[in-house]
């Protein structure tokens, strides 16, 4: 089983940055990929980046694009997202996601982006 803890969320001003982690414990080797997702009160969860294991290879929302960053540190089993200019809209709770032939979320993190 994979374990997935997230942290780093919280209150930021428009056009400011965060950095959001997550640890990994547990059958890591099983993992395929990694991402992250955002959710909103009424809509779905929608993935914000992706990195697969093997490649390395990563693929972002359009809406992020150019402003978000995934990236992984193998030695502390951590996912990252580094958010830059955030915008109100980017306002969400934050999951980590681990792909083992099904999903495993963690807890997640929330994000508010406001003045």
């Known amino acids: 089983q994979v374990q997935l803890v997230e942290s780093g969320g919280g209150l930021?001003?428009?056009?400011?940055?965060?950095?959001?982690?997550?640890?990994?414990?547990g059958d890591i080797f099983r993992i395929n990929f990694m991402a992250w997702y955002r959710h909103t009160p009424g809509k779905q969860r929608d993935m914000v980046a992706q990195i697969f294991s093997k490649t390395e290879t990563t693929n972002y929302a359009a809406s992020v694009r150019g402003r978000f960053t995934i990236s992984r540190d193998n030695a502390k089993n951590t996912l990252y997202l580094q958010m830059n200019d955030l915008k109100p809209e980017d306002t969400a709770d934050y999951y980590c996601d681990a792909f083992v032939g099904k999903d495993i979320w963690g807890q997640g993190t929330q994000?508010?982006?406001s003045s």
Request: net charge neutral; with cysteine; aromatic share 0%.
């Open 12 to 25: 930021v001003q428009p056009g400011g940055s965060l950095n959001l982690s997550c640890v990994a414990s």
């Open 111 to 113: 994000v508010n982006v």
